[in-house]
């Protein structure tokens, strides 16, 4: 079992919808979270970490977090084609502690 | 804030010649860095961990003679890829943390490198 565990896509959704990526994580432990975008050929950027139950929005964005089910989502609202990209669901145990990356979901957004 | 820089973006080299990449946390002070390394359409690969002042944490399967980390200040640390070949042509990714720096455990990336073993 991968410790992070993404669908790999493509995820197509239109233009104006929501979309939803998952991500389940294996380390019961892990205490922070993150999503990151990549654009093809470019590095990855941090657009939302989460800590706590629940969820946590900024701008378009909310991430959701569910430590019982060991589950985090991350919902895009008003979804743009500039939004297509690989989205990266991170984790990690500690702020000492590395943080274990899942392999990507790539989603397009379709006009 | 939390800008990393990397140098050089782009490089081309010859088989058997080494090449140093440079990684600088422009705007804090970063205890811990990463160096990942991605092939196209693959996910990334950590291949080290470098934290100031001590010896760097290699993953599995990575060569620490081949691919050799200095950490030796808070904001800057190198990669060098000793010999290089043409497997090793591949993105060069750096991350840098910061302990209750900037968005507390966040770890900030910097544009990558392009490695291009002829």
């Known amino acids: 079992q991968k410790e992070v565990e993404q669908n790999s896509g493509p995820l197509s959704v239109p233009e104006g919808a929501i979309a939803s990526l998952n991500c389940t994580y294996s380390d019961r432990g892990s205490q922070s979270f993150f999503w990151y975008r990549q654009y093809s050929g470019k590095s990855p950027e941090l657009i939302m970490s989460i800590y706590s139950n629940g969820d946590k929005e900024d701008g378009r964005f909310t991430a959701q977090l569910n430590k019982a089910s060991q589950y985090v989502s991350l919902l895009i609202r008003d979804s743009q084609p500039s939004d297509s990209a690989t989205y990266l669901c991170?984790?990690?145990?500690?702020?000492?502690?590395?943080?274990?990356f899942g392999s990507g979901t790539r989603l397009s957004i379709r006009p | 804030g939390a800008v990393v820089s990397q140098h050089p973006s782009r490089v081309i080299c010859k088989s058997g010649t080494s090449v140093k990449i440079e990684c600088r946390s422009l705007d804090f002070q970063a205890t811990t860095m990463f160096w990942y390394r991605q092939f196209p359409k693959k996910s990334l690969m950590l291949m080290a961990t470098s934290n100031e002042g001590s010896k760097a944490t290699y993953e599995q399967g990575v060569e620490k003679d081949k691919f050799l980390i200095n950490h030796a200040s808070l904001t800057l640390s190198t990669l060098t890829v000793t010999s290089a070949h043409p497997e090793d042509s591949s993105f060069y990714i750096c991350?840098?943390?910061?302990?209750?720096?900037?968005?507390?455990?966040?770890?900030?990336f910097g544009p990558g490198t392009r490695l291009t073993v002829l």
């Open positions: 991350s840098a943390r910061s302990l209750g720096g900037p968005g507390g455990d966040e770890q900030f």
């Open positions: 991170a984790v990690s145990r500690s702020s000492a502690s590395k943080i274990i």
